[in-house]
């Protein structure tokens, strides 16, 4: 089926992000499977891990019932300034989270020693990362959080994880986004495509790159970062 965008403008939105906000409530009250946001400090992520949480903070504390776990990877060799604003940003979320006592819960993964960048590019002697031979992103970014979600799904059976994935990014996304859906073994929870104990929720699947940013603009961030200062990021 031909998926359908909306946009948030300023008659609808309100309406909009209540039907999110209920719908996140919904599932996160419905069993006690832990939650991993998976979170970079970019535009999605942010707009993801703000809703989870304007959501959460209007249940009742009776109704936190499990942690939902705010991911980053930090490969060690990202750009300084993102670097700085995302590590801002989780000590930010772990501050606000225990003022407000909310149940979630920042940390931060990083390549093991065999799979960091200089004992990969100096030690053994690989090329540097290009578009037809990108070693890098498996090893630095997928790996440490692969390795993270696993060790939850050990503990505790089974995770969701909760993603800023959107259709309209790209064709490609789109039809990756319809594959997986296809395969949905609960409404709104599709299979993850390596680990097969993880369901993968995607609340913002439907927005549009400006619904994004008019959310990220008209609601404040409720752990204290500045989103204006993300926008001027982006553009800069």
């Known amino acids: 089926s031909t998926a359908v965008y909306?946009?948030?403008?300023?008659?609808?939105?309100?309406?909009?992000i209540a039907e999110a906000k209920t719908e996140i409530q919904s599932l996160y009250c419905s069993d006690t499977t832990p939650w991993l946001i998976g979170y970079s400090g970019g535009k999605d992520s942010t707009a993801v891990l703000q809703l989870v949480w304007m959501a959460l903070a209007d249940l009742e504390p009776a109704s936190l019932i499990k942690p939902v776990f705010v991911l980053t990877t930090d490969t060690l060799v990202e750009n300084p300034i993102v670097a700085q604003w995302v590590n801002l940003s989780l000590s930010r979320v772990k501050t606000a989270a225990e003022e407000q006592a909310l149940p979630f819960?920042?940390?931060?993964?990083?390549?093991?020693?065999?799979?960091?960048?200089?004992?990969?590019?100096?030690?053994?002697?690989?090329?540097?990362?290009?578009h037809k031979f990108r070693w890098c992103t498996e090893r630095m970014k997928i790996n440490p959080t692969t390795r993270f979600i696993r060790e939850l799904v050990s503990k505790e059976?089974?995770?969701?994880?909760?993603?800023?994935?959107?259709?309209?990014?790209?064709?490609?996304?789109?039809?990756?986004?319809?594959?997986?859906?296809?395969?949905?073994?609960?409404?709104?929870?599709?299979?993850?495509?390596?680990?097969?104990?993880?369901?993968?929720?995607k609340p913002i699947v439907d927005w549009l790159n400006d619904d994004v940013w008019v959310f990220l603009m008209s609601y404040p961030n409720p752990w204290g970062h500045d989103n204006k200062s993300l926008m001027t990021m982006y553009r800069s």
């Not at 909306?6 to 909009?16: K, R």
Request: net charge positive; proline share 10%.
């Open 6 to 16: 909306f946009s948030l403008n300023p008659p609808t939105s309100a309406a909009i």
């Open 105 to 130: 819960k920042p940390h931060l993964a990083t390549p093991s020693v065999v799979d960091s960048f200089w004992v990969n590019l100096m030690g053994k002697g690989y090329p540097a990362p290009r």
């Open 157 to 201: 059976g089974e995770a969701i994880i909760v993603l800023g994935a959107r259709r309209a990014e790209s064709a490609s996304r789109a039809a990756r986004i319809a594959k997986y859906d296809a395969k949905a073994v609960r409404e709104h929870l599709s299979p993850h495509n390596d680990l097969p104990a993880a369901l993968v929720y």
